[in-house]
């Protein structure tokens, strides 16, 4: 079986497809929070089943306990039409079922070939490990996902977007009957999403049933053949994928038609914030040039976004610029104060922030409270008389809880709690709360849901009203024409063109940001 082979006609039983998996009368409750309220649902052989639905609405909830991270609190489950308890995942794939996880879920000290295999390992005869039958099959795997990565290549070393082709490798590697994918393509490029529609195609084609959920509202149309719409716990819609639009599906999740739109909001900039000279920023462990002699702007109060395809170099430009990396060359200047020598932690005292792209790993501590990870790196701003003062730290963290719009239970509540569009909230609020003059967001709304990601860019321009300058990143040109005052498109390394949200079209940006070279003759104004 290989990527390609699209064309053959699914088996089914009948027309929509033969029901594998039923859920009937789903329930799940946390305390005294109803995640599922009696979901049925339908996952069936040879066809894409695609979720939708805000972030809490408990599309993952139930995707949990399809697969057996969870159990129901109430409800069965039906598999091949024979009631089934799912003692766990390992139970779970033993039956067919595999799960792609919205975060990653990988070894990072552990190699390519050991994450794909780890939990179930292929022995010899002799009872040892086969290493070079695994090394075949993820070899086989990279292939067949169209990605240059070697079976014994680190996790650690990977981009976030091929840490991503590993979660799937994994799963594709698992004989699986039914996979459910959630939010697999928050992290890809284009040319790997096109790549991963080929493989959904090629194994609902051979009868692999697929379950996908996404916050890429036209993507994920683009692939379904059964849309099913979630909210607040409830299942509310369902429809054939060709009976609907993008705009049935945003009415049916969050109950109204439109989706952000912030062109028309005020334009009235201070002085430079934020002056980018010239700066070169080189891979450390290859010395590949990520970024090119690059320059730009940014203002008091203004949002600008950086638009470009993965590898263009935007994540090692942020990274560089918040003190991560080093500088090849040019130099960085907050409010005219260099940056150069400065750590982390000093930039954040000077008021340069920065919002990671992977919230998981780089943004929050795993086991501690929502309001632990609000207030941890401006803790030394409540230090009275050498000791820390908790009711100021308390007093802080409600009240920016109140003021980025955080969903939970209290400051109490553990991170892990909370939905993902939440958990970007806290990751924001928290550099907020250093009070920064710049703040940097790295894919600010990957893997959450539109909902949310209005909620976030209406807190930036509110924010940026009040004097802060934003810089942020996107892969999504919808998010870069209505979601900030300029748009800089980035390509190799460089800054390629300049636009104005309120006068160009996607085509445009798009066509900016494909792989050619530069027109020196094109530089964007202010973009040395």
Not at 32 to 46: D, I, M, P, Q, S
Not at 155 to 175: K, P, S, W
Request: proline share 3%.
């Amino acid at each position: 079986m290989t990527a390609g082979t699209v064309e053959v006609p699914a088996p089914a039983a009948d027309e929509a497809g033969e029901v594998v998996l039923r859920a009937v009368d789903i329930a799940k409750t946390y305390g005294v929070t109803r995640a599922l309220k009696g979901v049925n649902f339908e996952v069936r052989r040879g066809q894409v089943t695609v979720l939708f639905g805000e972030n809490g609405a408990g599309k993952s909830t139930l995707m949990k306990i399809l697969s057996g991270v969870e159990q129901p609190s109430a409800g069965q489950l039906l598999l091949d039409g024979e009631p089934v308890t799912l003692a766990g995942t390992t139970d779970a794939v033993e039956r067919g079922i595999s799960i792609i996880h919205q975060e990653l879920n990988l070894c990072a000290n552990l190699s390519v070939r050991d994450n794909i295999f780890i939990g179930r390992e292929l022995r010899t005869r002799a009872g040892g490990i086969d290493y070079a039958r695994e090394r075949e099959i993820t070899e086989d795997l990279m292939r067949r996902l169209e990605e240059p990565i070697k079976a014994s290549t680190l996790v650690q070393d990977l981009r976030v977007g091929q840490q991503q082709i590993i979660e799937i490798a994994r799963a594709l590697a698992a004989d699986t009957r039914i996979l459910i994918m959630d939010e697999p393509t928050s992290a890809l490029s284009a040319s790997e999403v096109d790549v991963l529609f080929k493989v959904i195609r090629d194994l609902t084609a051979n009868g692999v049933a697929i379950v996908y959920i996404s916050h890429h509202l036209e993507e994920a149309i683009e692939i379904a053949d059964h849309a099913v719409v979630f909210r607040d716990g409830d299942l509310v819609a369902t429809a054939r994928a060709e009976d609907i639009d993008l705009s049935w599906v945003v009415r049916q999740m969050v109950g109204r038609e439109a989706d952000y739109d912030f062109r028309d909001e005020p334009r009235e900039y201070g002085e430079v914030a934020l002056s980018i000279q010239n700066v070169t920023v080189a891979e450390l462990d290859t010395g590949r040039v990520a970024v090119n002699n690059l320059s730009l702007d940014v203002r008091q109060g203004e949002i600008v976004c950086l638009y470009g395809l993965m590898g263009a170099g935007r994540t090692e430009l942020m990274e560089a610029l918040a003190g991560r990396d080093p500088l090849s060359g040019g130099r960085v200047l907050l409010g005219g104060t260099d940056l150069a020598g400065r750590g982390i932690a000093e930039r954040i005292e000077l008021g340069l922030g920065l919002v990671p792209e992977d919230r998981q790993r780089d943004g929050l501590v795993q086991m501690m409270s929502v309001g632990a990870n609000l207030s941890l790196p401006s803790l030394l701003s409540t230090v009275k008389r050498w000791f820390l003062s908790r009711t100021a730290e308390r007093a802080a963290v409600e009240r920016e809880i109140s003021d980025v719009r955080v969903k939970t239970a209290g400051p109490g509540a553990l991170i892990t709690s909370l939905s993902g569009g939440n958990q970007q909230k806290v990751v924001i609020g928290k550099m907020l709360l250093t009070d920064p003059k710049v703040l940097l967001l790295d894919e600010p709304t990957r893997g959450i849901d539109v909902g949310a990601k209005g909620e976030i860019f209406s807190l930036l321009f509110r924010e940026a009203a009040r004097g802060l300058g934003v810089l942020y990143v996107t892969s999504e040109v919808g998010e870069a024409l209505t979601a900030s005052h300029r748009v800089l498109v980035m390509s190799k390394g460089r800054i390629v063109r300049e636009f104005d949200p309120r006068t160009c079209t996607r085509d445009d940006i798009m066509a900016a940001s494909g792989e050619h070279e530069p027109d020196p003759q094109q530089q964007p104004n202010g973009a040395h």
